[in-house]
């Protein structure tokens, strides 16, 4: 079994936390990431309405952990919407009220997950402390096992499971040993998250076979996936992704698929088997560009 290592790519993957007001449970969330993530991640916390300081209680008990509070400041999601600003991998809320607002137009069109994390600020006197005490555990487990995923490519013999998946959520799965394909799961502490295959073609490629494991739908897994898979494209020189999807387009929408005719795609990717007979003519073309 091969593995991916940092997929692809040798800048860090790029994390915004994102709160209400950014200054506790985001800034708490950056913070740990940045000390915990072993360089392979760069985290940032913004707020859709930002306080404007951090929350002295959250920079107590992150130099109680000591972890480095250099440089944490409340700021706005703005900033991250902004010309020359840093390309984003992932989005986090880490609470309701952010989850459910209407996010700027991220550069890169990231992945997203939502973690739902009760305010430690809204906890007044003597029991405030011991909010904040368990926001920092909530954060770190959940930090561990985002830090804790691996990209994997697999070998033939590791390409039942994903068959499986895919038979189960009804999508195409008898060509996978196919010798253009690249199949890929997405590991967790708790076992697979997902399938997703590549079949590349120069400069172009054709993302196929993306399946979440059932616990984990709903979660952001797939977003991830399919965010881990394009950036190792790109460190592998494809330009440009392809895929074919029946009831997926508005997901891939949010990850910056744009909708296209099937004959403006390039020959190579109309010759595949999934243009040519595996996904019937109803389904949508998509495709997204990775470089410039």
Same mark, same amino acid.
Do not use: H, N, W, Y
């Given at each position: 079994m091969l593995r991916a290592g940092r997929d692809g790519m040798s800048r860090p993957v790029n994390v915004l936390f994102l709160c209400t007001g950014n200054s506790a449970r985001s800034i708490i969330a950056e913070a740990l990431l940045n000390h915990e993530g072993g360089g392979r991640f760069r985290a940032f916390s913004a707020g859709s309405h930002p306080r404007g300081e951090v929350h002295p209680a959250a920079l107590a008990v992150l130099a109680g952990a000591k972890i480095p509070v250099a440089g944490l400041r409340s700021k706005s999601w703005a900033e991250f919407a902004e010309s020359g600003s840093p390309r984003l991998d992932l989005v986090i809320t880490v609470c309701g009220n952010a989850a459910g607002e209407t996010c700027p137009i991220w550069p890169g069109s990231p992945a997203r997950a939502h973690w739902d994390l009760d305010d430690p600020a809204a906890v007044d006197g003597e029991g405030q402390r011991a909010a904040f005490e368990q926001t920092l555990r909530l954060l770190r487990k959940r930090i561990s096992d985002l830090t804790g995923r691996e990209l994997v490519r697999l070998d033939r013999d590791g390409l039942g499971e994903a068959a499986e998946a895919l038979r189960r959520a009804g999508l195409p799965f008898e060509d996978l040993d196919g010798p253009a394909l690249e199949v890929f799961r997405l590991d967790g502490e708790a076992g697979p998250l997902g399938w997703a295959a590549l079949e590349r073609h120069g400069a172009d490629a054709l993302l196929r076979s993306v399946v979440v494991a059932e616990a984990r739908r709903g979660t952001g897994a797939g977003g991830e996936l399919v965010a881990r898979v394009a950036r190792r494209a790109a460190g592998e020189g494809v330009e440009r992704l392809w895929l074919l999807t029946e009831?997926? #387009?508005?997901?891939?929408? $949010?990850? $910056?698929?744009? &909708?296209?005719?099937?004959? *403006? #795609? &390039? *020959? &190579?990717?109309?010759?595949?088997? *999934?243009?040519? $007979?595996? @996904?019937?003519?109803?389904?949508? @073309?998509?495709?997204?560009?990775?470089? $410039?």
């Open positions: 009831t997926a #387009a508005p997901f891939f929408a $949010g990850l $910056g698929f744009a &909708p296209i005719t099937r004959g *403006e #795609a &390039p *020959e &190579p990717i109309r010759r595949t088997g *999934e243009f040519s $007979g595996l @996904c019937p003519d109803a389904a949508v @073309c998509m495709t997204k560009r990775l470089t $410039g």
